[in-house]
């Protein structure tokens, strides 16, 4: 229990670590989503992303954390710009892939354009159908595309929406 009386529980889980590299995936458009199209290439490549895997997508966004306004990267009209999932890629991957969760770099799932008009219905997508996702990861450069496991673990509190998160590779 924390000091403030507030009850929690603690999640720890370890599964399978898929990393999908977007940057070869999305021609560096910073608008871009990662689709099923790309997300079929990475299959071609590496086999299919099977069930309860938790994947993420490298964009190398993080390599802007040090700076507010290139990880917003709005243009002069406040449109914010940075890649995210498309809601086809999605549903793939949770409905015909069977993965456990999702993550990425960047502030959000949805790509910049939308959450600069208030839209955020693909992790409304993601949180409705009882799976999570990992916001703001790091050091993706530095994990395989396949052959990892990753341990994600995390207190949260009851009643809340979500709480920061320690995530790992391990590399057997």
Known sequence: ???????????????????VNALTRLDGDQNEHLTVEGLKKWEADHGQI???????????????????????NKDAKGVSHY??????????????GK??????????????VATTKDDYSLETYILSTN??????????????????????SFPKPKGGSGFPARVFAILP
Request: some cysteine.
């Open 131 to 152: 799976h999570y996702q990992i916001e703001l990861l790091t050091n993706l450069d530095q994990v395989p595309e396949s052959g990892a496991i990753v341990v994600i």
């Open 99 to 112: 993965i456990t969760a999702s993550g990425h770099e960047t502030t959000g799932t949805d790509p910049g």
């Open 83 to 96: 890649p995210g999932w498309s809601l086809p890629a999605l549903k793939y991957l949770y409905e015909e």
């Open 1 to 19: 229990m924390w000091r403030n009386g507030r009850k929690f529980f603690c999640l720890f889980k370890v599964v399978g670590f898929l990393l």
């Open 50 to 72: 099977p069930a309860g895997a938790f994947v993420a997508m490298r964009t190398d966004w993080s390599k802007r954390w040090l700076d507010g306004a290139k990880m917003e």
